[in-house]
């Protein structure tokens, strides 16, 4: 059973049509790269995966290891192992980051029969976590990426993957606007994430990111489908000659 | 199709039911007679009943209120009875063990226990919060009241106050307040029937919350309480209200009014959290409350501070204030007023700047979901004399849905040069994006919503005391359900 299963998907938002018969599988243990220009659908994929109000499928199959997933609720499919890392995360002034990450595990413990995680192993996986991405503790007491800056944002979406574990994590070109540090960490982060039980979706414009992230696939979307899928020197590939080879 | 996440559904008001208990109730009808029969009943003295035919003549001549941004039909007064009261208390209460077993188990259904063994809601550790607890017209139960003795403390209904301590009643009673002071005030003057009193001698520091709990039980009655608290030079009190009533078709008035006193170097920390039934979905039924409550800073360096979380009521007209006559006082005051459904709330506070030096904050967080209208309205005030006062003031509102509103209308006189006042004021909506962010996370809208307002509402609940802001997030999250699809 794949890890992710999507047969010829169309799908838009706001009635307009985006995705125009995209087919991907892929199966635990793999590191997959999206790329593509824009307005290609990169990220209607990303948010369809994860069930966005206002992104409607029109036809086509939608799987997540095994189940479909058109009729769930966005926080059911991030329950089932379902992660997506935002690329403009919003701020949610006044819930501190702590409660927050804290509400997001428990919600997920208790999908699966759990109760909450004691206290103080919480607050150490936390700190562990945090320390790891280089961010200042201090940043978990403050409002979900309140005056975050950009990197910060992205890191805390990386944080939240680590913690949460999910078996897919969808990864919205995190890379952007990152400078090169912070991309080192975010990468650093991913490859620790990475393992043989689950699979990771990396959208991303630029080649760049794969050179720290090594993907298995390397599929190029352009006008809502895929159009070439190789292995990772096809990034290599796009990254000298450009996408217009590929969509002309 | 989008789904607005917004939607709403049933709501539950889970103090809603009534209490099956015989009452002595005036027949509708208010006229000066009926002022006579309730002070009667009180036993009070001659400037008692004086005094309350005064306010009456005064209200006679006077015009309900009509610039706040609230809409109701207009209210018939002949309509209302002026007294109720249960029948096994027709001579009062003269302990714990007299008490209707039938009027206990209400307390205990709201999570008021009345012994003294108990405490509030949730609290059992906590168990240092004296209670009075007023059913309707009369106060049914008055705990603790041996243990604040001691401490020289004086915490009783105010009818008993006006017998057995006149001269304190006498001097602060419309000290605050006075009988012309608005519509539903004089109102209040003339047919008060109960309510609490506090007086914490000099250098005292009370050693327990005091808490009155306020129930509209009878069909048709007004609730007309009057509470007077005094904090001599250098003491300290805090205290609770908290008030419920059953769900009824028909509107009920509660015009209350509250006065507080603090003397040199006093502080009252005053904590509401008003949960009265706020009407069914369509706007029928509910509390219409009327209340007026203001604190005087008498002395110098003496602090009020009124903390609020408003959740019911189908319509609010309420502003809490402070008057900063001695130099160097501060007040406060924090609020957090939610409506659903069809609530209206005005409300807000005045800050009245007369000494020197005086200083005030006003935080107000105003939710409004639902088609509800939601206003802040303050007045900030300094007078010549008010050298050097300062005032900040921040109002936020927060909407959910699209068929609410929030209104803010503050009003700044300054006549000192020398002041500093200072207003910031948001309006920020629940977006759709932030809610996906926690789905996205596995948290449900439902949850997810109740957090971001409990974010939003953090730092008026930091201001209460701790078992109140447990109780007061929990409210909250009550009137949140349905707002969430």
Not at chain 1, 1 to 14: C, I, R, W
Not at chain 1, 29 to 34: P, R, S, Y
Not at chain 1, 103 to 114: E, I, T
Request: glycine fraction near 10%; proline fraction near 5%; hydrophobic fraction near 40%.
């Amino acid at each position: 059973m794949s890890l992710l299963q999507v047969d010829d998907l169309h799908a838009g938002v706001d009635g307009q049509a985006i995705l125009k018969g995209l087919t991907l599988r892929m199966d635990a243990g793999e590191v997959h790269a999206l790329m593509g220009p824009n307005g290609s659908g990169k990220s209607t994929l990303a948010n369809v995966l994860a069930g966005r109000p206002g992104y409607e499928v029109t036809s086509g199959r939608l799987s997540f290891k095994g189940r479909p997933l058109d009729q769930e609720a966005p926080e059911v499919r991030a329950q089932a192992g379902l992660f997506m890392a935002f690329q403009y995360p919003v701020e949610i002034p006044g819930v501190s980051n702590m409660e927050f990450l804290k509400a997001a595990q428990d919600s997920h413990r208790k999908a699966n029969g759990l109760g909450p995680e004691s206290p103080v192993a919480f607050m150490q996986r936390v700190r562990t976590l945090t320390e790891g991405l280089a961010l200042n503790p201090e940043f978990l007491k403050r409002g979900v990426n309140e005056g975050f800056s950009g990197g910060e944002k992205k890191r805390n979406e990386i944080l939240q993957m680590l913690l949460l574990e999910p078996t897919l994590a969808v990864l919205d070109e995190t890379d952007s606007g990152l400078d090169i540090d912070a991309m080192q960490t975010v990468a650093s982060g991913v490859n620790r994430f990475r393992s043989a039980n689950n699979g990771v979706l990396l959208i991303t414009h630029y080649q760049r990111l794969l050179n720290h992230v090594v993907p298995d696939f390397v599929h190029v979307l352009a006008d809502g489908r895929i159009v070439e899928s190789g292995g990772k020197e096809l990034a290599h590939a796009l990254e000298e000659r450009g996408y217009a080879w590929l969509t002309a | 199709m989008r789904e607005s996440p917004l939607d709403i559904v049933d709501q539950e008001y889970r103090a809603g039911f009534t209490t099956d208990v015989e009452a002595d109730t005036l027949p509708p009808g208010l006229d000066e007679g009926v002022v006579r029969y309730i002070s009667e009943k009180k036993r009070e003295p001659r400037w008692m009943v004086d005094w309350r035919l005064a306010a009456y003549r005064i209200w006679r001549g006077m015009a309900q209120p009509d610039w706040a941004h609230v809409h109701f039909p207009p209210i018939d007064f002949e309509a209302i009875s002026y007294y109720s009261a249960p029948k096994s208390l027709q001579d009062g209460p003269k302990s714990l063990d007299e008490v209707d077993p039938e009027l206990l188990r209400t307390y205990e259904k709201l999570g008021i226990p009345l012994h003294e063994q108990g405490a509030l809601a949730g609290v059992a550790k906590a168990g240092n919060v004296a209670v009075d607890a007023v059913f309707d017209s009369v106060s049914i139960a008055t705990t603790f009241k041996d243990k604040l003795k001691e401490a020289g403390v004086i915490f009783c209904p105010i009818s008993e106050a006006v017998q057995e301590h006149p001269d304190l009643v006498q001097k602060y009673l419309g000290s605050v307040v006075p009988q012309r002071d608005n519509f539903y005030a004089a109102l209040n003057c003339a047919v008060f029937s109960d309510g609490s009193f506090v007086y914490v001698p000099k250098g005292v520091r009370c050693p327990m919350e005091l808490s009155t709990y306020f129930r509209i039980n009878e069909r048709n009655t007004g609730q007309f309480e009057r509470t007077l608290i005094v904090a001599d030079a250098g003491a300290y009190v805090s205290y609770l209200e908290g008030c419920t009533a059953p769900m009824r078709d028909e509107n009920q008035l509660h015009a209350a009014v509250v006065e507080l006193v603090a003397l040199d170097d006093a502080e009252i920390k005053y904590s509401t959290v008003q949960n009265w039934y706020p009407g069914d979905q369509d706007g029928k039924g509910g509390i219409y409350n009327f209340v007026t409550k203001r604190g005087a800073c008498l002395g110098r360096a003496s602090k009020i501070s009124w903390t609020q979380v408003e959740t019911g009521s189908a319509i609010t007209w309420k502003y809490p204030s402070v008057v900063l006559r001695g130099a160097g006082s501060v007040g406060e005051f924090y609020s957090v007023a939610m409506t659903n459904n069809r609530q209206q709330a005005d409300t807000g506070t005045k800050m009245v700047h007369l000494g020197p030096d005086t200083r005030s904050t006003i935080i107000s967080k105003g939710i409004s979901a639902g088609r509800s209208q939601n206003s802040y309205r303050g007045l900030v005030r300094t007078s010549p004399a008010a050298r050097g006062a300062r005032n900040y003031t921040r109002c936020d509102s927060l909407l959910l849905g699209d068929t609410c509103g929030a209104h803010t209308f503050p009003y700044i006189e300054n006549k000192s040069p020398s002041a500093t006042v200072e207003h910031e004021a948001t309006t920020s909506k629940v977006s759709d994006d932030q809610l996906f962010l926690c789905q996205q996370r596995g948290i449900d809208p439902e949850k997810a919503i109740s957090m971001i307002v409990n974010g939003f509402c953090k730092d008026v609940f930091r201001e209460l005391p701790m078992e109140f802001a447990v109780e007061a997030g929990k409210l909250l999250e009550v009137s949140l359900e349905g707002a969430v699809g």
